[in-house]
Nanobody, 121 residues
Framework: QVQLVESGGGLVQAGGSLRLSCVAS????????MGWFRQAPGKLRDVVAN???????NYKDSVKGRFTISGDNAKNTVYLQMNSLKPDDAGFYYC???????????????WGQGTQVSVSS
């Protein structure tokens, strides 16, 4: 089992920055990737960024050049640095991971409780 705890959300003005953090804990034998998805009222859930255990990163086109995802394998922690925030970036951000709980199971998806990101214009 994996538990994820996010932090770092808040309210900022357009053009501001936030840094989200997510710590994974619990029992698992391997982890393939971690990332962030967001959900806003009336909108579809959307993956913002992810990073694999080998360091490969992927971003939603609309955040490229503004957001940076990074990780610390030793601490099972992932970060999302968000710069030049826009109102369209607002939403509830969830940390997720793709982990293998034991040798008898395949990889499974886990996610945390989320953290609110609000951007005022």
């Amino acid at each position: 089992q994996v538990q994820l705890v996010e932090s770092g959300g808040g309210l900022v003005q357009a053009g501001g920055s936030l840094r989200l953090s997510c710590v994974a804990s619990g029992t698992f034998i391997s982890m393939h990737s971690m990332g962030w998805f967001r959900q806003a009222p009336g909108k579809l859930r959307d993956v913002v960024a992810n990073i694999t255990s080998s360091g490969n990163t992927n971003y939603k086109d609309s955040v490229k050049g503004r957001f940076t995802i990074s990780g610390d394998n030793a601490k099972n922690t992932v970060y999302l640095q968000m710069n030049s925030l826009k109102p369209d970036d607002a939403g509830f951000y969830y940390c997720y991971c793709d982990a293998r709980p034991n040798e008898w199971s395949g990889f499974r998806d886990y996610w945390g409780q989320g953290t609110q990101v609000s951007v005022s214009s």
